[in-house]
């Protein structure tokens, strides 16, 4: 079992040290069994989803993926918990992290920014795993570039007529209904012009034309949108909001992308430990040197400095309520770029048998790779970082010259 200290932090309360403790028992039982599934084809990627999917909605746990008034446990989301469960899950299976993950990603901007109607007609099946859940912001020449995404919805009467395309989106294919991110005010320039609509996966139109062949196998895909109807009433917040809704949403899912590499590390961190242990090389474990010692020593350094950032992104949010960008982004790009470091020292470790197909380490290393660049790519993170402190210092300088 990875090393559990990290529970008695005061970032955590009691209740998450009580779900930690389930959570990891439901899952040793559930997802432990799927852990070493990876379909070859596209239906047997969905219909591991789908299963993924009903477990955890079986077991309760999607429960935490959306408000209580729509079938959630908690009134608002719990950052930490949803951490704690992306780290629990990633330790086990990629895709059942990311079966979990989506349906809190994918309803986000409805459970923040969506009317009384259109959460109590999504949240609760979504909840129940009746309903599989997407996030459609990518475009094939707008990834990092929100503000230059082109797919657009134009106002008819009561509905809204949407055009475009989206790429390499989660569940893609997949989902029931997609958020998509659209531009509907033409005379708005960059993000200020930007919305977001609710639409369902069956509406005329609408249409999966790719699925896409990644390295870590998860549901992708390229979705079109040729003349979608879709009602006004099916619009979060306002005409313009979509920028601010889609960061807000990040805001909150992005510290557990930082927990999910952490999952990651410490799976590897435990199986580095062990073939250190087990492996005997001239005439001792591979334990026994030191400079063996010193890469274990490295890695267990790297995981507590992420879990650091993560947990602290994690409780600030869920404690003061505002916007943790900046710790986010930390978090997010420590414990991304560092889990590949420690995963690579694992497969180093491991030696030959660390790059075969289908052993643990090998499949942590095509796993952790993706979490660099989905919701905010290591150099964005940077990016942010950086205008956050730059702009705290224009803010003090600013306060000394009013005074």
Same mark, same amino acid.
């Given at each position: 079992m ?8 005061p970032f ?5 040290r ?10 040793d039982?559930?997802? #432990?069994?799927l852990?070493? &599934?990876?379909? *070859? +084809?596209? /239906?047997g990627?969905d219909?591991? =989803? @789908?299963?993924?999917?009903?477990r955890?909605?079986e ?6 993926s ?11 989301l719990?950052?930490?918990?949803l ?7 990633a ?28 959460r109590?007609?999504?949240?609760p099946?979504?909840a ?7 996030? #459609?912001?990518?475009?094939? &020449?707008?990834g *990092? +570039?929100? /503000?230059?995404?082109?797919?657009? =919805? @134009?106002r ?7 055009n ?9 294919g997949l ?10 005010e033409?005379d ?13 996966a069956?509406?005329?139109g609408?249409?999966?034309t790719?699925?896409?062949d990644?390295i870590?196998?998860h549901?992708?895909?390229r979705?079109r949108f040729?003349?979608c109807r879709v009602p006004?009433?099916h619009?979060?917040g306002n ?8 960061? *807000? ?5 992005r510290?557990?992308v ?9 799976r590897a961190?435990?199986e580095?430990?062990?073939q250190a242990?087990?492996r005997?090389?001239f ?8 400079l063996i ?12 400095a992420a ?12 404690t ?20 590949q470091e420690v995963?690579?020292?694992a ?5 030959g048998?660390?790059?075969v197909?289908g052993?643990?380490v090998?499949?942590?290393y095509r ?7 989905y ?8 990016l942010?970082i950086?205008?956050?402190?730059i702009?705290?210092v224009e ?9």
């Open positions: 990875p090393e559990q200290t990290y529970l008695n932090w955590l309360e009691d209740s998450h009580t779900l930690a403790a389930e959570f990891r028992t439901w899952a039982r559930e997802i #432990a069994p852990a070493e &599934e990876e379909p *070859s +084809d596209d /239906a990627l219909a591991l =989803a @789908r299963e993924l999917v009903r955890l909605a077991g309760g746990w999607l429960r935490y959306v408000p209580a008034p729509w079938g959630g446990i908690h009134e608002t719990d950052v930490r918990a951490c704690l469960m992306r780290e629990t899950l330790q086990y299976s990629g895709m059942a992290d990311f079966s979990f993950v989506m349906q809190g990603l994918g309803t986000g901007p409805i459970s923040l920014f969506g009317s009384e109607e259109i109590s007609k999504y949240l099946d979504v129940a795993g009746k309903r599989i859940a997407a996030f #459609a912001l990518s475009e094939p &020449e707008s *990092s +570039d929100v /503000a230059a995404m082109t797919t657009n =919805a @134009r008819d009467g009561d509905d809204y007529i949407l475009g395309e989206k790429t390499l989106i989660s569940n893609g989902a029931h209904q997609y958020v998509v991110f659209c531009r509907t033409d708005a320039p960059g993000a200020r012009g930007l919305s977001a609509l609710v639409v369902d069956d509406t005329p609408l249409a999966c790719e699925r896409f990644v870590a196998p549901p992708l895909g979705i040729e003349d006004a009433s619009l979060l005409p313009g909001d979509g920028f601010k809704i889609a960061m *807000s949403s990040l805001d909150v899912f510290s557990t930082g927990a999910a590499a952490l999952g990651f590390a410490r961190h435990d580095a430990i062990a242990r087990s005997l090389s005439g001792k474990p591979l334990a026994d040197y030191q010692q010193e890469k274990i020593a490295d890695m267990a350094l790297k995981i507590d879990a650091l950032l993560v947990y602290r992104s994690a409780w600030t949010k869920d003061q309520g505002t916007r943790v960008t900046r710790e986010a982004a930390m978090a997010k790009l420590y414990a991304t770029e560092s889990a995963i690579d020292q497969v180093q470790i491991w030696g048998m660390g790059v197909v052993s643990t090998e499949r942590l796993e952790i790779r993706a979490l660099r660049i919701e905010g790519t290591s150099e964005i993170q940077k942010i950086a205008g956050q402190a702009a705290a803010a003090e300088e600013a306060a000394k010259a009013a005074e």
